[in-house]
């Protein structure tokens, strides 16, 4: 028996956010993540809206559903006729989904100047909806929109409107924040005044605008709602809805109330990044449970504590929500954190005092210069190489020379890059055409060494990124070039810092393809033992 009931509007709420446009085959795909992380509720959209919406009604009848039920939602009738002859109850009705959810008005302030009727009229409608649906579906939802504000004006008409959809037969009431400006203190309040009063389950619909979404939710939880609505990553409209990857774990692991699986609960960053994918966005790292950063740890003290105990620095075991504790390289870095980050690539170096110090003390001299190692983890494993002495030279440079040209107004420039390399005493030269100085470069320079080295055909660059780092007093600019490669099985980060753009490019390069060498020859050795 589950505590709580997780409603997941992002398929409507969700879609309501800027920049959020979700194709028919991104809503079906986002349904099948939500059943499997044991959702109770799907709301699919607003048939009435648009076209869209009524064919995922249609094409989500297809999914094992298991537990998960699919909501429709709309608005009460409208003020003139009966609720038969409503064409938007009619289009509910056509989803033909078990569940339906009418969103109705329970603040004076919008009967009296949106809708323009009587307080009696809206009562009315709110209870005759909801009447005709409840003939017509297992179970139907009502929405009191804006009821928190309306409470605060006129809480008795507020009331008086609940009051209507219990009469009218609804299986849920569910209180919205709509415009998301609640306090727990008053959410509280009013589900109080209306105990006794109205029986029907409870749900909550808060909205984050007070950046209390979470807060105002766990407040209602804990007088005793027993739905929770919410949009996975809080995605919606203004400043989004409830963020239901972080209320789930709220609710499960810090108020102990049973709403999904344990395992299901592990696959909450999986199913919130891929959310990020279909929407086009990227995640936020500082997101609570989910985020890249949830777990991860900076400083050495921090760093010498979780190994000893994880419990010491982290609030959850990060592995309950599917999340991973990660240790950063950096300035804040002890001895303990190069201990720990060597061992997950499998270096052990306790005991190698020296080689610890002397990587010590080249990460602070680099990056005082600019470096940064955390977006660069294989720039990283080179530097312990090279301080176990290990490093090998792949190649030895004896030159390069890159041009840019432009021959006319209006035309696009032209980038030739040349370059001499030598390998085992032998010398190579090579010559390359780019799209940009860099590109150029890149390539002369992977012409010059795939005959000696095959395996970098596999080689790709995926992303470049340049920063240029403020200056300080009396020294010039310089950029940090950040390179993101990869190949069939790995991705992985090189850096280079320099006052020239196309030498901190070049640096970076050379790591890239320093550790993609490095990286098979370490399978090889893997294979033979
Ligand atoms: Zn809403």
């Not at 009848?61 to 064409?87: H, V």
């Not at 990227?282 to 997101?287: F, L, V």
Request: aromatic residues 6%.
């Amino acid at each position: 028996m589950k505590d709580v009931l997780i409603y997941d509007t992002t398929l409507r709420d969700g879609c309501q956010a800027e920049n959020i446009s979700f194709t028919l085959e991104d809503k079906i795909r986002i349904a099948e993540k939500l059943v499997e992380l044991g959702i109770d509720y799907i709301e699919g959209g607003y048939p009435g809206s648009n076209p869209r919406d009524a064919d995922f009604f249609k094409e989500v009848k297809k999914l094992r559903l298991r537990n998960t039920m699919i909501a429709a939602f709309g608005t009460t009738r409208k003020p003139s006729g009966k609720p038969s002859q409503d064409l938007n109850l009619r289009m509910l009705l056509e989803a033909d989904t078990p569940v339906v959810t009418l969103v109705g008005k329970t603040w004076d302030l919008h009967v009296r100047d949106d809708l323009r009727i009587s307080k009696k009229a809206n009562l009315e409608i709110i209870a005759d909806s909801i009447a005709f649906m409840k003939k017509r579906v297992d179970e139907v939802i009502f929405d009191a929109e804006h009821f928190f504000d309306g409470y605060r004006t006129n809480p008795e008409f507020a009331v008086e409107c609940l009051k209507a959809a219990q009469e009218g037969g609804a299986d849920w009431i569910v209180l919205c924040d709509t415009n998301g400006g609640g306090l727990p203190g008053e959410i509280r309040r009013a589900i109080s005044a209306i105990e006794g009063v109205i029986t029907v389950p409870l749900g909550i619909h808060c909205h984050n605008d007070g950046e209390l979404a979470v807060a105002n939710t766990m407040a209602a939880v804990e007088m005793g709602v027993r739905q929770v609505q919410g949009t996975v990553n809080g995605f919606g409209e203004r400043c989004g809805n409830l963020n239901l990857c972080s209320m789930i774990p709220n609710l499960q692991l810090k108020m102990g109330k049973k709403c999904i699986e344990l395992k299901q609960l592990k696959k909450l960053r999986d199913v919130s990044h891929i959310f990020y994918e279909l929407a086009n966005i990227i995640p936020d790292k500082h997101q609570p449970y989910v985020g890249d950063s949830a777990f991860a740890h900076k400083g050495g003290l921090h760093v010498s504590g979780i190994i000893k105990n994880r419990e010491t620095y982290e609030h959850i075991d990060p592995e309950v929500v599917g999340n991973h504790q990660r240790v950063l390289v950096s300035d804040l870095a002890g001895r303990s954190n190069v201990i720990y980050k060597a061992k997950e690539y499998g270096i052990n170096l306790a005991g190698e005092d020296h080689a610890v110090h002397e990587i010590l003390r080249r990460i602070k001299d680099m990056e005082s210069q600019g470096y940064e190692f955390e977006a660069a983890e294989a720039s990283f494993e080179l530097l312990i190489q090279e301080a176990l002495g290990k490093k090998r030279k792949n190649f030895r440079l004896l030159g390069f020379r890159v041009i840019d040209e432009k021959r006319k107004e209006g035309d696009p420039p032209i980038s030739e890059a040349t370059i001499m390399v030598e390998v085992n005493g032998v010398v190579e030269h090579a010559a390359a055409m780019g799209s940009g100085p860099v590109h150029a470069l890149d390539r002369a320079l992977r012409k010059a060494l795939t005959h000696f080295y095959p395996s970098l055909r596999e080689l790709e660059l995926l992303d470049y990124k340049v920063r240029v780092l403020s200056s300080g007093e009396g020294t010039a600019a310089s950029v940090r070039v950040l390179i993101e490669s990869g190949d069939k099985k790995d991705e992985w980060g090189t850096v280079g810092v320099s006052h020239n753009v196309i030498d901190a490019s070049w640096q970076a390069l050379v790591d890239s393809i320093d550790y993609k060498l490095y990286k098979d020859k370490k399978k090889k050795k893997k294979y033979k033992a």
